[in-house]
């Protein structure tokens, strides 16, 4: 089973629409073209489509990069 | 690796090297199929946009422009690929949040506004506004009276979207209908817009809509706090659908044409091996469910729908039911065409097409059977093919699913179009006994009614320029308060025609339109001309042509200027000028042809139409 970025890695191809792109934790949006408010939005519920959690407003407004994105992925992964 | 993955593999490889319109055809028929997440018609919206953007997929489309008290940003890619699954063409875009005023004012200056707009209300402030209940539902109707007064300025039409609730509130379910209640409030501005609202636009009924997938499906209320924009993301596939079937309805017209497949469809089992009393029809479970298939297929040729058969049986086996069996509800009298026999339906379907006269692209198929489905798909892919399941009591919801059949509005015309389509069938069968063309068409004793365009006709005349594709010289898609401006000119003419023969009335079938030149007050200039096609090639047009030299000599005309623009659709009447003894006029530009007629000792085209009303013998 692929570590969780690689597979957010994938949703965030898939949102871009680009097979090129490459995120690590360090990666926010301003590093990626398109990447605005309503896309943040997009890429949040696609994201959790993807891995099957649900994500609460205060979790999503905390957010500052993928590797926020990745951990709180990860403990509710663990935690349900 | 889902085939959605795969398709998106493929289109972003085509874009690459540069294949936009093969992509975008696979993404054409990726949607027309159905079946993809909200996420991934978000995504193929997204593409569709930007490779149009980048000049691919043909040429420009309908331009739409979304209007929102709420964030419509993820409705314009929605809109898009559902339209484009659709065959419907448009070009999308979307105002500021809460714009909608401004953003119209704005529009209605640029050089370039767009074809449809599509208003949508939030109930923020009709719900939490400080003012008395009644004050508020005033407000909100005077701001829609204002927002349809701009767009009928700039000659949009109007796809105007209604309110809705997402939960009951604090007043709890019996309490929120009450008179004042959060659900009454609601209700009352729609009843309001509703009737307030402009001639020929379009009404979605939002309440309608999210109660029909249930509200909590529908709303995602943390998406309204994070970005004003309400709607779950399977909520903004299920708007967009019907956002399509408004800009259908507001366009093109509603499908003409509903073809159903027979044995498990329109009964259950087969006829060919149960006989004719023996299928499925009636007293038992699935036996109602093909009953109430039947009758809501009836309800629908009721209100304009023409209805045909495309089946692969013995002729006679096929038909023995609709003689034989007393539980049918359809009879073979609301069929206007019947293909019964074992050719492949791709092909039956064409010629179904042909015999009745209407584009396929206004055809919406119904069959139980999978690889026929898969067969009209491939063979004819401007046929809506509907999925509908194994279960028949299923058929009803899965052809409604579609909205295929939307309409601003019916008219008379609507309503007896199926008894017409009926009788066409037996002016076939008199046409194969005739010996001559001539001698079929003097049989048919066809009188033609032209009248002035008067208050009671304008509906149905926006209503023609509207969808109005074939047999239309122009294509001008005028609305209402255009058509009203050329009327108002001095020695303009604004006709309609209706024609009636032995077998029956044909209705309104005609509309023409004509203004004096700007450039020379002696010259008529036929802005408008377009006909319905079911009454091709019994030369109504050589009467129309006629009937307007008369008008145009009686108001002092010396000339008569006719134009043609093409478009891919009105090829039938490229040269219908020519027949008519016009003189093809220099084109400036290559987009239109102009055409002269010189009226001193112009002579009439031959026509087999008397005046209705006058006694004269048809004038050959």
């Known amino acids: 089973m692929p570590d969780t970025l690689t597979r957010l890695n994938e949703v965030f191809q898939q949102v871009f629409d680009d097979e090129d792109l490459e995120i690590t934790p360090e990666t926010s949006a301003k590093d990626v073209d398109g990447w605005d408010s309503l896309m943040h939005v997009t890429l949040i519920v696609n994201a959790e489509k993807a891995f099957g959690v649900k994500f609460t407003s205060s979790e999503v407004a905390a957010l500052k990069n993928v590797g926020d994105l990745v951990h709180l992925i990860d403990s509710r992964k663990h935690a349900g | ?620």
């Open chain 2, 1 to 620: 690796m889902s085939t959605a993955t795969e398709l998106f593999k493929r289109t972003s490889t085509l874009r690459k090297e540069g294949r936009l319109d093969e992509a975008l055809a696979m993404l054409r028929e990726a949607m027309a199929r159905g079946g993809l997440s909200p996420e991934e018609v978000d995504r193929a919206g997204r593409f569709i946009r930007k490779a149009r953007g980048e000049g691919a997929g043909g040429e420009a489309g309908l331009r739409v422009h979304l209007l929102g008290q709420f964030t419509t940003s993820w409705l314009v890619p929605a809109v898009t690929a559902v339209g484009w699954g659709q065959g419907i063409t448009s070009d999308v875009e979307e105002g500021g949040y809460d714009l909608v005023l401004q953003d119209l004012t704005r529009l209605s200056a640029s050089s370039e506004p767009p074809g449809v707009v599509v208003l949508f209300p939030w109930n923020n402030r009709l719900l939490n506004g400080s003012a008395p209940a009644g004050d508020r539902v005033a407000d909100e109707r005077a701001f829609w009276k204002q927002a349809w007064e701009i767009a009928g300025r700039m000659g949009a039409r109007v796809l105007q979207v209604g309110y809705d609730w997402m939960a009951p509130g604090a007043e709890g379910y019996a309490l929120a209908t009450e008179t004042g209640g959060t659900i009454d409030l609601i209700r009352s501005v729609n009843a309001a817009i509703r009737q307030d609202r402009p001639p020929g636009s379009y009404f979605l009924d939002l309440e309608l809509v999210s109660g029909m997938m249930g509200r909590e499906a529908f709303y995602d209320p943390r998406r309204y706090y994070w970005t004003k924009q309400p709607f779950s993301e399977r909520g903004v596939v299920r708007l967009a659908e019907h956002v399509v079937a408004g800009i259908r309805a507001l366009t093109t017209g509603p499908k003409k044409v509903l073809v159903l497949d027979l044995d498990n469809t329109l009964w259950g089992g087969v006829v060919g091996e149960t006989g004719p009393l023996g299928v499925a029809l009636g007293d038992s479970p699935d036996g109602e469910a093909y009953r109430a298939f039947q009758k809501h297929a009836r309800a629908l040729s009721k209100r304009g729908i023409v209805l045909a058969l495309a089946s692969k049986n013995n002729e006679a086996d096929g038909r023995e039911p609709f003689e034989k069996n007393p539980d049918m509800v359809l009879s073979l009298d609301d069929i206007a065409a019947a293909e019964i026999c074992w050719e492949p339906k791709g092909t039956t379907i064409r010629r179904i097409a042909q015999t009745l006269n209407l584009g396929l692209d206004s055809f919406v198929f119904v069959d139980d059977n999978p690889a026929e489905r898969e067969q009209v798909r491939q063979a004819i892919p401007e046929v809506a093919v509907v999925d509908v399941p194994v279960e028949p009591a299923e058929y009803v919801r899965a052809l409604q699913a579609g909205l295929w059949f939307e309409t601003t509005g019916l008219t008379d015309a609507d309503r007896e179009r199926a008894a017409q389509y009926a009788v066409e069938r037996q002016r076939r069968e008199l046409q194969e006994t005739a010996g001559s063309m001539e001698d079929y068409l003097r049989s048919l004793e066809m009188l033609a009614d032209v009248r002035e365009i008067d208050e009671a006709d304008l509906m149905r005349v926006v209503q023609l320029l509207g969808k109005t594709n074939q047999f239309n010289l122009t294509t001008r898609r005028h609305t209402r308060d255009d058509v009203v401006r050329m009327l108002d000119r001095p020695r303009s003419i604004g006709v309609t025609l209706r024609v009636e023969d032995r077998f029956g009335d044909h209705g309104l079938v005609g509309v023409l339109l004509a203004v004096p030149s700007d450039d020379d007050p002696q010259v008529l200039r036929v802005d408008t001309w377009l006909m319905s096609c079911r009454v091709i090639g019994r030369t109504v047009e050589e009467f129309t042509c006629a009937d307007l030299i008369e008008r145009a000599e009686r108001m002092g005309y010396r000339r008569i200027l006719g134009e043609f623009l093409p478009t891919k659709k009105n090829a039938l009447v490229a040269e219908l000028y020519d027949r008519m003894g016009f003189r093809q006029l220099d084109s400036g530009d290559g987009s239109s042809v102009l055409y002269e007629l010189e009226l001193a000792g112009a002579s009439r085209p031959v026509h087999y139409l008397s005046p209705k009303g006058a006694v004269a013998e048809p004038v050959g």
